[in-house]
């Protein structure tokens, strides 16, 4: 349940992280959580999804493993927070900078960033190499153009799951909500592949990721029309609009189009479309197919303005909720 407390650490949170960000020199001396996650994962799919198994019995211990995933972030959220409320304000600060680990607006701008940088300084072939960091697709196979909309794309989707996701889910159920999430979105990213081993072992991790994503994909919408507005005037905010709505559902992800679709008609250019993946061809339709068709590095650090400013915008949308609640 939301209250005082989850916002007003969810602020310093938010603060936080996009002060500082990740902290390389901290995770190259201790395991990140979502490393932590990782490996519980890892151990539930070396013991349960071997390949001799029939699909249906991998489905189903595929749906037991992520049901005890969760039920274990659950409680480590709750002792975890049970353990600092024992430290008045020190543990508030410390579950703040908890929080923060989990966010990804610094380190997700950064990201994209470099890819800019690299394509101004090295050409297409540093920016190649700087989109490879951040997206799966074949990045041999893209053009300029086709690094900057890939560098787009990462960048509205992760806002949408790197950021807001875990902010809302925090801001609703705490440190078990936020630890539940992340765990589940780990799980995605591991086992929820369409792949011959993972289609049906990770086909409820999958369904629960798309389930979760939800509404943060749709609140996304109106926190980059709200970054529009506030970088390109009131024409960006309803082209933010109409394109999301209008084009949102065209992606093959029940949540990921969402943001994009708002970046697209931010930006006013075209996105998704035709991609290459391990060497196949994933053939969608574009997005804001009426945009312009040629992204450039210029679009690329408008796209960063806007996600900063529409960060800005989550930070007083939980700055406001704290003010309701007290």
Sequence with gaps: MMTDEHLLILILALLLDRIIGDPDWLWQRVPHPVVLFGRAISFFDRHFNAKELPGLTRRRNGVMSIVALLFGAVIAGWAVHGLLAFFGWLGILVEA??????????????HVGEVSKALRSEGLDGGRRAVSRIVGRDPETLDEPGVCRAAIESLAENFSDGVVAPALWYAVFG????????????????????????IDFGWAAARLDDIANWPAARLSILLIAAGALAKK??????NTIRVAVRDGGLHRSPNSGRPEAAMAGALDIQLAGPRVYGGQVVREPMINGSGRDIATVSDVEAGISIFYSACTMLTLV??????LLL
């Design 97 to 110: 900078g908890l929080v923060a680990i989990f966010l990804a607006q610094k380190s997700l701008a950064d």
């Design 175 to 198: 440190l078990p909500g936020l630890f539940v999430y992340k765990m589940l979105n780990t799980a995605d990213s591991m086992i929820g592949h369409k792949s011959e081993t993972y």
């Design 233 to 238: 005037g009131i024409s960006a905010l309803g």
């Design 318 to 323: 939980a700055f406001i909720a704290f003010l």
